[in-house]
């Protein structure tokens, strides 16, 4: 989920969503009205939520606002998947650009699949 300071007075577009550790993810936005998680779910069994899904590159936040990132990681059989960090790269309508890393770890077991 990424929130937006409170100091922000401007809208912000992702512009780029990168892992490192593991290539090949999708990055949709899901609405967060009624939600705090979406956590984690496969997409044979998607919740009702899924069908709201929007490309994240190019999603526009307004100040104030939330938007709940969702990776979508490929089945890779027995493998394991074990992303170190998220790259976010965002730009202001002003046309300042900015790059965030997350500090968040996320190791997916080939049992997950």
Known sequence: MVDLPGDVDETVVLDSLETVGAAGADFYV???EGT???GTFSLD????????RQ???????DPGESANIMAVFPPLGGSEIDVT???IGYHEQSGRTYEVTSSLRVKVKSACF
């Open 85 to 87: 960090e998220l790259v």
């Open 55 to 61: 490309r994240a590159e190019g999603y526009a936040i």
């Open 45 to 52: 069994d998607p919740p009702k939520v899924w069908e709201q």
């Open 36 to 38: 705090t998680s979406q």
């Open 30 to 32: 899901l609405p967060m």
